[in-house]
């Protein structure tokens, strides 16, 4: 993971600008994943896993503005990023460590993540999704907005053709767009949809759906019984 830490912290302060250049439909793609991150009370316990900048956890706290709300990200200098943008939110915690492996503490009421748990091994995917279960209280809620790889490999390559054309036509410069389809070569491990879809069943989530797909970017639910 340690290669993945380097990568995030060398990029951290661009990190946030080039989101909206990097992913396609992003404003759905997220609105999909809070809409799906739902809890019948006001404060719920969130673990947002590979926090990053605070992205997705901006949006959590926007609709559970109460929420108690723990960032976990193996990037230091990306976690310092959420730090000024909840300067002040004592509800709000920093784990820096490595989810792959580490303890994730719980227990929680939501599980959420987005476009981090594609960067690990399929067998780490896997193991993590069992301690998500874990993790959450009975009739919690996981929420991943991630990517997915085709199913066949020519709808893989198609997707990735499609992909490659949105950030290829962007305002981005050549310099940023070749340190992203770099970063995305040496980082990126998807897994088919199907498969993400049979762990989840596999660890005892129910209710496993897919809410939103745009080819590789897709948001999944489930729930802990």
Known sequence: MEHIRTAFNA????????????????????????????????????????????LLSALLLQRYPDASLTLLDISDQMLNVAH????G???????????????????????CSALSIH?????????LFRRVYDALNPGGGFVNADQAAGET???????????????RDGPLGREE??????????????AKLSVQLGWLRDCGFLDVVVVYRNRIFVVITGRKG
């Open 153 to 167: 490999p020519a709808l893989d390559r198609e997707y990735m053709h499609w992909w490659d054309g949105f950030i």
């Open 11 to 54: 990029t951290a302060s661009r990190y946030d600008a080039q989101r909206r250049w990097v992913i396609p439909g992003i404003d759905a793609f997220y609105r999909a994943a809070i809409l799906a991150a739902d809890w019948p009370g006001s404060r719920p316990a969130i673990l947002d896993i590979g926090a990053g900048t605070g």
């Open 89 to 111: 939110n004592r509800d709000v915690r920093y784990i820096t460590g490595d989810y792959s492996t580490g303890n994730l503490g719980g227990p929680y009421d939501l599980v």
């Open 177 to 190: 767009q070749a340190e992203i389809l770099k970063r995305r070569a040496l980082l990126d491990r998807n």
């Open 119 to 127: 960067h690990l091994l399929h067998e780490d995917k896997r193991a």
């Open 84 to 87: 000024e943008r909840f300067s």
